[in-house]
């Protein structure tokens, strides 16, 4: 089912927000956690999102030396979350470890994702703030092409690459896109978007929509909403 594809973030800074944003849209399959919730709560919530046999997308984006970020995904593992993330951008040899971790685990149901670049990111940012001398787009595809090679599962990106990473990187690569946004809903802070039908018409495999349904004054009307909108 198309809803399927939708990850929401439970962005909210402790449990009890957690657990009734959970209870809110009980229709939703998948959730993100990251950083802030993380941080906040440990592995209750994993835990508890198991309990009621929910997927996970744990986003805490590795990005240290290789036997760091091989030592966090091994630790990760015990978590059996469905995604995991670390950044592209922590080279060759981190990438590489941390997939090798996956595959010695044999069954274990994580799969890793590459992020290509945050889609808070613009050209304009990239060139002359973080000093990359080439285009925003070549950028991504380069960081999701090494990703891939070094036996990762799937890349985060700004839908506005999708179709190319698609071609480029084929069908069993999953393509996890934020940056999306329903036709009615603000951009905010995200610089590279994409209504949740376009993204998916151009090859991504999941959505994460947060604000447009969390931040909603009714978050089940909002859910309700986005579905029929990607299904039209």
């Given at each position: 089912m198309l809803k399927d594809k939708i990850i929401v973030p439970l962005d909210v800074p402790d449990f009890d927000n957690a657990i009734a944003l959970v209870k809110k849209l009980p229709e939703v399959n998948f959730w993100k956690v990251g950083l802030e919730l993380f941080v906040a709560t440990g592995a209750d919530i994993l835990k508890?999102?198991?309990?009621?046999?929910?997927?996970?997308?744990?986003?805490?984006?590795?990005?240290?030396?290789?036997?760091?970020?091989?030592?966090?995904?091994?630790?990760a593992l015990k978590?059996?979350?469905?995604?995991?993330?670390?950044?592209?951008?922590?080279?060759?040899?981190?990438?590489?470890?941390?997939?090798?971790?996956i595959k010695n685990a044999g069954a274990s149901p994580t799969k890793l994702l590459a992020i290509t670049i945050l889609t808070s990111i613009n050209?304009?940012?990239?060139?002359f703030d973080l000093k990359v001398p080439i285009e925003l787009p070549e950028y991504a595809l380069s960081n999701a092409f090494m990703a891939q090679e070094c036996g990762i599962d799937g890349a985060v990106c700004s839908p506005h690459e999708v179709a190319q990473l698609r071609n480029i990187c084929g069908d069993d690569f999953l393509l996890v896109c934020p940056g999306v946004r329903?036709?009615?809903a603000a951009k905010g802070d995200q610089k590279r978007i994409m209504t949740p039908q376009q993204a998916l018409q151009q090859?991504?495999?999941?959505?994460?929509?947060?604000?447009?349904?969390?931040?909603?004054e009714n978050p089940q009307q909002a859910w309700e909403k986005i579905v029929e909108e990607i299904n039209e």
């Amino acid at each position: 089912m198309l809803k399927d594809k939708i990850i929401v973030p439970l962005d909210v800074p402790d449990f009890d927000n957690a657990i009734a944003l959970v209870k809110k849209l009980p229709e939703v399959n998948f959730w993100k956690v990251g950083l802030e919730l993380f941080v906040a709560t440990g592995a209750d919530i994993l835990k508890y999102l198991k309990d009621e046999n929910k997927q996970i997308f744990l986003d805490l984006k590795f990005h240290d030396i290789p036997n760091t970020v091989k030592g966090a995904t091994q630790s990760a593992l015990k978590y059996e979350v469905d995604l995991l993330t670390l950044h592209a951008v922590a080279g060759r040899d981190a990438l590489t470890a941390a997939s090798e971790v996956i595959k010695n685990a044999g069954a274990s149901p994580t799969k890793l994702l590459a992020i290509t670049i945050l889609t808070s990111i613009n050209s304009r940012q990239l060139a002359f703030d973080l000093k990359v001398p080439i285009e925003l787009p070549e950028y991504a595809l380069s960081n999701a092409f090494m990703a891939q090679e070094c036996g990762i599962d799937g890349a985060v990106c700004s839908p506005h690459e999708v179709a190319q990473l698609r071609n480029i990187c084929g069908d069993d690569f999953l393509l996890v896109c934020p940056g999306v946004r329903p036709t009615w809903a603000a951009k905010g802070d995200q610089k590279r978007i994409m209504t949740p039908q376009q993204a998916l018409q151009q090859g991504a495999s999941y959505l994460v929509i947060g604000r447009p349904i969390i931040q909603a004054e009714n978050p089940q009307q909002a859910w309700e909403k986005i579905v029929e909108e990607i299904n039209e």
